[in-house]
């Protein structure tokens, strides 16, 4: 698998704002059309289709880094991700492990972690096209899933694993056309 860097850019960097500031909507907003201005395609004639694409890219870091929920969800997965290989958190081993520790009870209800992490994974491999934003949102949540670094720590019996639940269970609802979507072509594809 590719690192973060190369799936979802780092935004903040994108729009020349500090990765670890807390910049302001009105920044990150100001950021924003600053460098939509300085990319615009009709500015950039004699490489117009690399102005185009980073216009788009802009486009998508303004859509993500503008909106508080996005943006969380977002700065966690830099957070876990800084420098290294998404595989080294979100493979089939470490889903795997992780749905193997959970309770019975649990079991089944995290089975839908699968179906998350397959159409992350085909995006990244780049068989199937996701918006970023979603994939980020797929990301994040897998990583919240993964790492220990929880609300209600894992070790915790049964409720332990609820926030996890709770984590995918939203993402899940708010992707419920996009996985649609993905099982349609999962089918078709085999």
Known sequence: MNTISDQIPNYYEL???DST???S?????????????EWHPDKNLERIEEAEEKTKVLNEAYHIL?????RK???RMLQ??????????????????????AYPALKKALGNVSELYSIFKDTVNGHYSLDPTHLAMIGGGLLYFILPADFIPDFIPF?????DLAVLTTIMNSLKEELSEYRNWKEKSK
């Not at 409720?159 to 926030?163: E, H």
């Open 21 to 23: 500031s807390t910049a």
């Open 80 to 101: 876990y991700t800084k420098g290294k290989k998404f595989g080294e958190y979100i493979n089939d081993d470490a889903i795997r492990n992780k749905i193997n520790k």
């Open 66 to 70: 503008s909106d508080p929920e996005r």
């Open 159 to 163: 409720i332990g694993y609820i926030d």
């Open 15 to 17: 729009l020349g704002i």
């Open 25 to 37: 909507q009105e920044e990150i907003k100001q950021a924003y059309l600053r460098k939509v201005k």
């Open 73 to 75: 969800t977002y700065d």
